[in-house]
Each structure stands twice: as C-alpha cells, then as structure tokens.
C-alpha cells in the first residue's frame, strides 16, 4: 500500500471514532513510522510501504482512536524551540503554556542570573525553554513523582541545559531551599468532580495526579500560593497557571498572601490561562 491509500484509511478511522484531526494525526503517526518528516509524506504521497511498516502504523491508528493521545504514541512532543521526551507519567505540553513563556522572557528581557523554582515541573518543558533562552539563569524543578523527574532529567540533556538545573523530589508543603526572583507553577486546578468531563484523551490518559485540585479546584493553587510566598524574593514574579473560572479567587488568594496583580493572561481560545504577580 502506498503513503496516500494508508493515510486516507487510517483518517477514516479516525474521523469515525471522533478524533479532532484525523488527517494531521494520520501523518505524524505515518512520520513516526517511516521516520520521515511531513515534508516527505506530503511530497511522495504514492511511495509504497513496506509491509510490516503498515502492520505497525494499523497499530498506532488503533491506540489513537482509542484517545490515547499523540505525544504518548510517539514518546515526545513539540514546545517552544524544542521536541522534548514525554511519557504518560506527565501531561502533555499545551501551545497555550508557550504564551507563559513568551511573557517570562519580556518581563525578564534585561535581567541577569535570576534564580527560576518551577513548582510541578513535569516534563521540564518550561523551566527548560526559559532556562534554553536566558543562558545565564538557573533554575530548580520540583515534582513529587520520582518519574517525572527522570524524564526531566532526560530533556535537560536533551537541550544542554543540564548545567543549570537541578530536579528535586518533593512536595510543595516541604520545600524550603533557596530564595528566587522568579516562579512558575502549573499546579493542577480541576475540580475532582468535574474530571470526568473532560476529552477522552485527557482524562482517560494524561496523569490525574497532574490534573486533580480537590474538591473546589484551589485545592494545591492555595499550597503553591502560600509556599511561593515564603520563597520569592520581594519584587519577584509568580506566574500561576489556572482554570478558566478561577481567576477571582485565585486573586484573592494571592492578595491575601502578599501578593501585587500585575497581569490576567488569557489563552488562545480567550480563556483566562495565568495569573501575573510580584511579591510586595
């Protein structure tokens, strides 16, 4: 079979068990197969496959329209400058969180060896493009899963970051090392009751760990908020991923905890994504 017939039955597939982009999944999935670029896909649509190679993509199509999600299939995803590791123990980076990085790097544009806690680090996705664009900063990720970590590791090998990083085991509540100008946190923030309303992929397998607030939602928003306080540097930014509908409380929240606001970001879809704040 060639490249267009598998491509085009493989979309069909897809688009019947509901999945958003059949097509643009059918070719990454094909790209991981033939470990060629869409460039090639697209450019020899009519290049037969081998066999056993179209054994493999049928496989793949079937773990996909079953939700799983891409990034897992392939084992990485693409974030900002970078494709970086990623495994079903961490969330799958949004393009939506590279707008947070795009505001870290203007409010940071003449700054020098700041210090960055990334609280709930994941993959590292972050911390890593912001340590990758500021060559003089250094920064510590913290996660309480072990395998996180790993993979955090991995990725800051990956883009030779490794230098100026350190991954920690722990909960937020414990954490007491150091003084930063700077921190981000994309704690998770959805309301235990509502996660069986999410999409497919998501909730059937990104890590509930990474996506359960607690009963209200602010559940680990209020640790990170009140740990972040005692941790920031008076006149250091706290840049807090939230919930579309929580950006009231969130607010006062931080307030409360000393907290100045300087900025509501919202996402491409207009939804409220993060909340901007300096330390008073």
């Not at 392939?74 to 947070?100: A, C, H, M, Q």
């Not at 210090?115 to 996705?125: A, H, M, P, R």
């Not at 090392?177 to 509502?194: C, E, F, H």
Request: aromatic residues 10%.
């Amino acid at each position: 079979m060639n490249i267009e017939n598998a491509i085009s039955e493989a979309s069909k597939i897809l688009e019947k068990n509901n999945i958003k982009s059949p097509k643009l999944d059918s070719e990454i999935l094909m790209s991981e197969v033939i470990k060629k670029d869409r460039k090639f896909i697209i450019l020899n649509l009519k290049h037969e496959i081998e066999k056993n190679s179209f054994s493999y993509f049928k496989s793949l199509v079937n773990k996909r329209s079953r939700g799983k999600p891409i990034a897992y299939i392939t084992g990485k995803k693409s974030f900002w400058k970078y494709e970086f590791e990623i495994n079903e123990n961490v969330l799958v980076p949004r393009p939506d969180t590279e707008l947070i990085i795009e505001e870290v790097l203007k409010f940071s544009k003449n700054k020098n060896k700041l210090n960055v806690l990334d609280i709930g680090t994941g993959s590292g996705c972050i911390l890593l493009s912001i340590l990758d664009e500021k060559k003089d900063f250094y920064g510590i990720g913290i996660d309480i899963s072990k395998k996180c970590l790993d993979l955090s590791k991995k990725n800051a090998f990956g883009i030779d970051v490794n230098n100026r990083v350190k991954f920690i085991k722990s909960d937020v509540d414990n954490f007491n090392y150091g003084k930063y100008d700077l921190i981000i946190s994309n704690p998770p923030y959805i309301k235990r009751t509502d996660l069986r309303y999410l999409e497919k992929d998501v909730v059937n397998f990104e890590p509930k760990l990474a996506l359960d607030g607690g009963i209200d939602g602010l559940s680990e928003i209020r640790k990170v908020i009140s740990k972040s306080s005692e941790l920031i540097k008076i006149g250091g930014k706290f840049f807090l991923e939230i919930g579309f509908d929580q950006k009231e409380k969130v607010k006062q929240i931080l307030k409360n905890k000393g907290f100045y606001i300087n900025k509501i970001l919202k996402d491409y879809s207009q939804n409220n994504r993060c909340i901007i704040s300096t330390k008073k």
